[in-house]
């Protein structure tokens, strides 16, 4: 009876665990097309002059030369993924790597309102 109860309770953690985790990525996902949504041409256009001013050594003018060999051309991902990524490298302590110290210097360069304009950029990459 001990062990069924155990049992139970693990099977039931278990499934309220799963359910965090879908709901997680479904709030990630709803928050990646909200971000998406403040697309305008004018953002748009803002972000690219940013890009171009300072991603496109690394990064390649189509958003496809991978700066590391373990990073994916940043042409595919989501703008909220991007946003989100650039967030990261602008506010997180806790980053030493060398090779992201140089994501960490440019988003340290750029307002908010720029990032968010350069991510809905690379956003557009995408469609080329
Ligand atoms: C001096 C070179 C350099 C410049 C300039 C640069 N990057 Fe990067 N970028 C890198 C490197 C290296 C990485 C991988 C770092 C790591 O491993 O965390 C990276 C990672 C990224 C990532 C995360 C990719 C992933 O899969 O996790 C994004 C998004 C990104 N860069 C966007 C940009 C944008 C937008 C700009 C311009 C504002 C920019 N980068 C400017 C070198 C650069």
Redesign the pocket.
């Known amino acids: 009876m001990k062990r069924l109860f155990s049992l139970m309770t693990a099977l039931i953690i278990g499934l309220i665990t799963i359910n965090v985790v879908y709901a997680d990525d479904y709030y990630e996902y709803q928050m990646y097309q909200d971000f998406a949504r403040n697309a305008s041409p004018e953002r748009i256009q803002q972000g690219k002059v ?2 171009e001013q ?2 496109v ?3 390649g003018v189509d958003g496809m030369r991978t ?2 060999r ?3 051309p ?1 042409a595919f ?1 989501h703008p909220g993924k ?1 946003f989100e ?2 967030m990261d490298y602008r506010t997180e302590d806790d ?1 030493f ?1 060398w ?2 110290q ?2 960490i210097d ?2 340290r360069k ?1 307002s908010f309102e720029n ?1 968010e304009a ?2 809905l950029y ?1 956003g557009t990459l995408r469609a080329r």
């Open positions: 940013i890009y300072n991603c050594r690394c990064h700066p590391r373990d990073v994916m940043i991902m991007v990524e650039l980053l790597d090779e992201e140089a994501m440019v988003t750029l990032l350069v991510a690379v």
